[in-house]
């Protein structure tokens, strides 16, 4: 009688027709080991099989583009022989269901995709999200959740010894039951040493180093491509256990290894574990991978074929080795006190197989498994929206109340509590850290630096996919060309809900559609990331949240800083005080913290206007005429003015007439705005005329006050302590 | 100068003091694995620098003491020889009985990273025979285990033979009598939880920690 029962094939999150596909690939009934071998590799999380048609609408290369998606990070010349391998990847269903151990693992697996590469690890970022903290019903686990990804982010990232130099952390109800975690790591390589995950040259050898294999983390690649349910919690084993000691030792062995020549081809096992390492070097050199389970460095007795195959245990690697050479590499992991032990060789027939002390317990086409996964172009609708478009009745009764709210508000108050118990500085490059519109650390190698910022907005994204993924983009375009640096490349991290369920599929499509286009038209083409579906907890889906990572280039070493920096400065503002209406209200911080209501549709963007304000900044930057930059977005103007006076210098301002409400005025979130101040105002009109985009001086920088002339009148530390206490307050309440 | 860096498997302010000592000093620097059993005799000053040796398994520093480089350390200490311990290389010198006391969790139970002020409590050391008593340096901490303990009778005669180097303006973890820096009876032993690695190139927003390095340099050449 058959093991292998329709119910066998659904506990797999595999469909009927998946299963009819694997037959016919086949041949004949598969094993369990098998069964289990493509359940994981076919999973949403590994083949990308709802997303892979429309990810192809991205734009992935320019003359900057060493290497694009398809390889464990995309990499980017940065001259002087040097380049950036980075990605960003997410961590979500593990981090709701163990957050410690979720968020730290997430971590270790980024890192690992940028040293396999050859590259060593120098910035990491990380974009969080969660369920608001005060809420009566949820606030206790969210707060639970939140202390509990921080600390497994501080924990990994601080021992491992790579800076957490920035990134963002975002509350809304959606994410309740679906916290997300995405973790941005960038890394430097020397351009002539680039690895590739490839098992080239058949007869080499297949090594295993690193941690011993365990039971952890079975099929989670398989979880994290299911909704949860109330019998989610039955699923914390399928979580990874990581240690980040043992990844610096892989580090640094690896790295070392791979400089005696030795090294061939080099992939770190993640999700999916050995299987996937296994059929995507094989696959990718277009050879057989023969492996011996026997042989398999393990921490538990009697594991079986099935759950070595497909156990996610961390800080593991596979490399293929030079016939012959094997030693050398031995040694330099017996210097590192890791195991390593030759598993395998290369075969010339495309197969994976596996055999158990001598007997095979699968055998698969590695194309099937990795190219072959069945690809949906999944039935999509107009996006899930269920908010009016007409804005409803308000007005403020107090201006200074209202800053004073928003300032204390999640998504906007300090994050300070956060950034500072992670090593933000270890390695000596952060030349801007934590706190400021776009991380910085130099390149030593180089003598140049790289710029990076994060950046989402799932109530924009929720609103209109399309428009909302576009102004992702260009926040975080102009971000990294607030601090001087040139947008160069990005990655992303598409957050959805349920892809079989038509409007949200929707969402999907519109936002990859609009990220597209932004990323086209700001010259940023996506060099990797990630796909995470299936972001719903009893059917109640996640704002869309896609999130962008953009790298930028910096010709010198020191950035602008986002805040005045002595009084008696002019104060500016490039692109203007910005147009909006009440329909374009509905995304903002005010209509969000305020009203608690969202409507109507998210800020316009013009992207012409928007890439000659970025062009301007930056040329303004490497003049040297401008003292600090600040980019507006969330809050308005308003909130970017108090947030650029926290050093203690603030500005007393008169803005243009307006025929725009107060509210609309001091807090709509127009893009393609940046507030500056400068000591030369006239070169800076020159150089915003040459780009034909407005700068309005708006008054001038002073010590202790904030005054927004006939609208507020607040000293800074009246809006400095909210601002600074909100969250540790909201923590231990 | 020359200094030696040690190399625990998991530090990780390793090539951050090798890159201070030879870019921001400019003198010369070699790194020592902790399997080595004798310290070369071209080495001036030994660096235990921060990081997770061992993973900080056990306790912070716990298992680095029974590596052989610990060994040659304590027998180049007794001869004389320079040697400083910054964060888990302060934990490692308290560990090995290098220096009194021990480093336990932070009062507020987390890790905490960013800049302090320190005040340089004695200049009688060859660490700091360049500043200033009472100068106030700011240079970076980063740990969740930095705060410092010893019996109230090893305070006082830390206290009694000048031997705190450095202290908290704002103690930021707890430690006793904001102890952030000692040296041991003979003044040649070092450890301090900041990092003066981070505050040696004008870019990092701090020079200050150039001073011990610079002290260091003075006090060697004059021998």
Not at chain 1, 168 to 171: I, R, S
Not at chain 1, 565 to 568: F, I, N, P, S, T
Not at chain 1, 726 to 733: Q, T, Y
């Given at each position: 009688m058959?093991?292998?029962?329709?119910?066998?094939v659904?506990?797999?999150?595999?469909?009927p027709?998946?299963?009819?596909?694997?037959?016919?690939?086949?041949?004949?009934?598969?094993?369990?080991?098998?069964?289990?071998?493509?359940?994981?590799?076919w999973?949403?999380h590994?083949s990308?099989?709802s997303s892979?048609?429309?990810?192809?609408?991205?734009?992935t290369?320019?003359?900057?583009?060493l290497?694009?998606?398809?390889?464990?990070?995309?990499?980017?010349?940065?001259?002087?022989?040097?380049g950036?391998?980075f990605?960003?990847?997410s961590?979500?269903?593990?981090s709701f269901?163990?957050p410690f151990?979720g968020?730290a693992t997430g971590?270790?697996?980024?890192?690992?995709?940028?040293?396999?590469?050859?590259a060593?690890p120098?910035?990491v970022l990380d974009s969080?999200r969660?369920?608001p903290?005060?809420?009566?019903?949820?606030?206790a686990?969210?707060?639970?959740?939140?202390?509990?990804v921080?600390?497994?982010?501080?924990?990994?990232?601080n021992?491992?010894?790579?800076?957490?130099?920035g990134g963002?952390?975002?509350?809304h109800k959606?994410?309740?039951g679906?916290?997300?975690?995405?973790?941005f790591a960038?890394?430097?390589?020397?351009?002539?040493k680039?690895f590739?995950?490839r098992a080239?040259?058949?007869?080499?050898?297949?090594?295993?180093?690193g941690?011993k294999?365990?039971?952890?983390?079975?099929?989670?690649?398989?979880?994290?491509?299911?909704?949860?349910t109330?019998?989610?919690?039955?699923?914390?084993p399928?979580v990874?256990?990581g240690d980040?000691?043992?990844?610096?030792?892989?580090?640094?062995?690896?790295?070392?290894?791979?400089?005696t020549g030795a090294?061939?081809?080099?992939q770190?096992?993640?999700?999916?574990?050995?299987t996937?390492?296994?059929?995507?070097?094989?696959s990718?050199a277009?050879?057989?991978v023969e492996?011996?389970?026997?042989y398999v460095p393990q921490?538990e007795?009697?594991?079986?074929?099935?759950?070595?195959m497909l156990s996610?245990?961390?800080?593991?690697?596979?490399?293929v080795?030079?016939k012959?050479?094997?030693?050398?590499?031995?040694?330099?992991?017996?210097?590192w006190?890791?195991?390593?032990a030759?598993?395998?060789?290369?075969?010339?027939?495309g197969m994976?197989?596996?055999?158990?002390?001598g007997?095979i317990?699968?055998?698969?086409r590695?194309?099937?498994?990795?190219?072959?996964?069945?690809?949906?172009?999944?039935?999509?609708?107009?996006?899930?929206?269920?908010?009016p478009?007409?804005?409803p009745?308000?007005?403020?009764a107090?201006?200074k109340?209202?800053?004073i709210?928003?300032?204390?508000?999640?998504?906007?108050?300090?994050?300070?509590?956060?950034?500072?118990?992670?090593d933000?500085?270890v390695?000596?490059?952060?030349?801007?850290?934590?706190?400021?519109d776009?991380?910085v650390?130099?390149v030593?190698?180089?003598?140049t630096?790289?710029a990076m910022?994060?950046?989402?907005?799932?109530?924009?994204c929720?609103?209109?996919?399309r428009e909302?993924?576009k102004l992702v983009?260009?926040e975080?375009?102009?971000?990294v060309?607030?601090v001087g640096?040139?947008?160069?490349?990005?990655?992303?991290?598409?957050?959805f809900g349920?892809?079989?369920r038509p409007e949200?599929m929707?969402?999907?499509v519109?936002?990859?559609?609009?990220m597209a286009?932004?990323?086209?038209?700001?010259?940023t083409?996506?060099?990797?990331g990630?796909?995470?579906?299936?972001?719903e907890?009893?059917?109640?889906?996640i704002?869309?949240?896609p999130?962008?990572?953009?790298?930028g280039?910096?010709?010198?070493q020191?950035p602008?800083?986002s805040r005045f920096?002595?009084?008696?400065r002019?104060?500016?503002?490039?692109g203007?005080?910005g147009?909006t209406?009440?329909v374009?209200f509905g995304?903002?911080?005010?209509a969000h913290?305020?009203?608690g209501?969202?409507?109507?549709l998210?800020?316009?963007?013009?992207m012409a206007?928007?890439?000659?304000?970025?062009?301007?900044i930056?040329e303004?930057?490497?003049a040297?005429?401008?003292?600090?930059?600040?980019?507006?977005?969330d809050?308005?103007?308003?909130v970017g003015?108090?947030?650029a006076?926290?050093?203690?210098?603030g500005?007393?301002?008169?803005l243009?007439?307006?025929?725009l409400?107060?509210?609309?005025?001091?807090?709509?979130e127009?893009?393609?705005?940046?507030?500056l101040?400068?000591?030369?105002?006239e070169?800076?009109?020159?150089?915003?005329?040459?780009?034909g985009?407005?700068?309005?001086?708006?008054?001038a920088t002073?010590?202790g006050?904030?005054?927004?002339e006939?609208?507020?009148?607040?000293t800074v530390?009246?809006?400095?302590?909210?601002?600074?206490n909100?969250?540790?307050?909201?923590?231990?309440? | 100068?020359?200094?030696?860096?040690?190399?625990?498997?998991?530090?990780?302010c390793?090539h951050?003091a090798y890159?201070?000592?030879?870019?921001?000093?400019?003198?010369q620097?070699?790194?020592?694995?902790?399997?080595?059993?004798?310290?070369p005799?071209d080495?001036?000053v030994?660096?235990l620098?921060?990081?997770?040796?061992y993973?900080d398994?056990l306790r912070c520093g716990?298992?680095?003491?029974?590596?052989?480089?610990?060994?040659a350390?304590?027998?180049?200490?007794a001869?004389?020889g320079i040697v400083?311990?910054f964060?888990?290389g302060f934990?490692?010198?308290?560990e090995?009985?290098?220096?009194?006391?021990?480093?336990?969790?932070?009062?507020?139970?987390k890790?905490?990273?960013?800049p302090?002020d320190l005040r340089?409590e004695?200049?009688?050391?060859p660490?700091?025979?360049?500043?200033?008593?009472?100068?106030i340096?700011?240079?970076?901490i980063?740990?969740?285990e930095?705060c410092?303990t010893?019996e109230?009778?090893v305070?006082?005669q830390?206290e009694?033979?000048?031997?705190?180097v450095?202290?908290?303006v704002r103690?930021p973890?707890?430690s006793?009598?904001?102890i952030?820096?000692?040296?041991?009876?003979g003044?040649?032993?070092?450890?301090?939880m900041p990092?003066?690695?981070r505050a040696?190139?004008p870019l990092?927003g701090?020079t200050?920690?150039?001073?011990l390095?610079r002290?260091?340099?003075?006090v060697?050449a004059?021998?």
């Open positions: 058959s093991t292998i029962t329709p119910e066998v659904a506990a797999h999150s595999l469909t027709d998946e299963y009819q596909k694997i037959l016919a690939l086949l041949g004949r009934e598969p094993s369990l080991t098998e069964l289990g071998i493509f359940s994981v590799m999973s949403e590994c990308y099989k892979k048609v429309h990810l192809k609408k991205l734009p290369r320019s003359q900057l583009v290497l694009g998606p398809g390889e464990n990070a995309g990499i980017i010349d940065i001259g002087h022989g040097y950036i391998a990605k960003i990847e961590h979500n269903h593990p269901i163990e151990e968020a971590v270790g697996g980024i890192l690992r995709d940028i040293f396999t590469m050859g060593r120098i910035a969080i969660f369920g903290l005060d809420d009566p019903k949820t606030g686990r969210n707060r639970r959740i939140l202390e509990g921080v600390s497994g982010i501080a924990h990994y990232g021992c491992f010894g790579v800076p957490t130099v963002e952390c975002v509350f959606s994410y309740d679906n916290p997300l975690v995405n973790v960038l890394g430097v390589i020397p351009k002539d680039i590739f995950g080239e040259g058949i007869g080499n050898p297949v090594i295993y180093v941690a294999t365990g039971r952890d983390g079975i099929h989670g690649a398989t979880m994290a491509s299911d909704e949860f109330e019998e989610s919690k039955q699923k914390r399928n990874q256990m980040p000691f043992l990844e610096k030792l892989l580090l640094e062995a690896c790295l070392e290894a791979m400089y090294v061939v081809g080099i770190d096992m993640g999700a999916a574990g050995l996937c390492s296994t059929c995507e070097m094989g990718r277009g050879t057989g492996i011996d389970l026997q921490r007795t009697g594991m079986s074929p099935y759950e070595i996610e245990s961390q800080e593991r690697m596979l490399l080795a030079d012959g050479r094997e030693q050398e590499i031995f040694d330099v992991f017996n210097k006190g890791l195991d390593s030759t598993i395998g060789f290369v075969t010339d027939d994976l197989r596996v055999r158990d002390h007997a317990v699968a055998e698969i590695n194309r099937d498994l990795a190219d072959e996964a069945p690809i949906y172009d999944r039935p999509h609708t107009r996006p899930h929206r269920n908010v478009m007409e804005a009745a308000f007005a403020s107090d201006l109340a209202d800053l709210r928003l300032l204390a508000s999640g998504d906007l108050c300090s994050k300070r509590w956060i950034y500072e118990q992670y933000y500085m390695r000596t490059n952060t030349l801007a850290g934590p706190g400021g776009a991380a650390v130099r030593k190698e180089t003598g630096s790289v910022s994060l950046d989402g907005n799932g109530r924009y929720y609103l209109d996919p909302g993924a983009v260009a975080a375009c102009r971000n060309s607030t640096a040139l947008p160069v490349a990005a990655t992303n991290n598409l957050n349920n892809p079989q949200i929707a969402q999907l519109e936002a990859i559609e609009g286009e932004a990323c086209l038209h700001f010259e083409p996506i060099t990797g990630n796909v995470s579906l299936y972001n907890t009893l059917g109640e889906g704002l869309p949240t999130v962008i990572g953009i790298v280039l910096l010709p010198t020191a602008v800083p920096r002595a009084a008696g002019t104060v500016m503002l490039l203007g005080v147009a209406d009440e374009h995304g903002t911080q005010y913290v305020l009203l209501q969202m409507w109507g998210p800020p316009a963007l013009d206007l928007e890439k000659r304000v970025q062009a301007a930056r303004m930057v490497a040297g005429v401008v003292d600090s930059a600040h980019d507006l977005s809050g308005g103007f308003a003015l108090a947030e006076s926290f050093d203690g210098v500005a007393a301002v008169t243009p007439a307006s025929a409400r107060p509210e609309l005025l001091l807090f709509h127009g893009p393609s705005r940046i507030l101040s400068t000591n030369s105002p070169e800076v009109t020159k150089l915003a005329d040459k780009h985009v407005p700068a309005v001086a708006i008054g002073v010590h006050q904030v005054v927004i006939g609208y507020l009148n607040a530390e009246e809006l400095h302590q909210p601002w600074a909100a969250l540790e307050s909201a923590l231990h309440a | 100068m020359k200094a030696g860096v040690v190399v625990f498997p998991g530090s990780n390793d951050d890159y201070a000592v030879t870019q921001n000093v400019g003198a620097a070699a790194f020592l694995w902790h399997q080595q059993a004798a310290i005799g080495i001036d030994v660096i620098p921060g990081g997770f040796s993973g398994y716990a298992i680095a003491k029974f590596s052989p480089i610990i060994g350390v304590k027998q180049f200490a001869a004389g400083m311990g964060c888990n934990q490692i010198l308290t090995s009985g290098l220096l009194p006391g021990a480093l336990i969790r932070n009062t507020g139970l890790f905490r990273c960013h302090v340089v004695t200049t009688q050391t660490f700091t025979s360049l500043a200033e008593k009472g100068q340096l700011n240079i970076p980063a740990h969740g930095g410092y010893a109230p009778h305070l006082d830390l009694a033979e000048d031997r705190i450095f202290r908290y103690n973890n707890g006793a009598r904001d952030a820096g000692i040296c041991n009876a003044r040649n032993v070092l450890g301090m990092h003066p690695e040696a190139d990092m701090s200050d920690g150039l001073v390095f002290s260091l340099l003075s060697l004059a021998k």
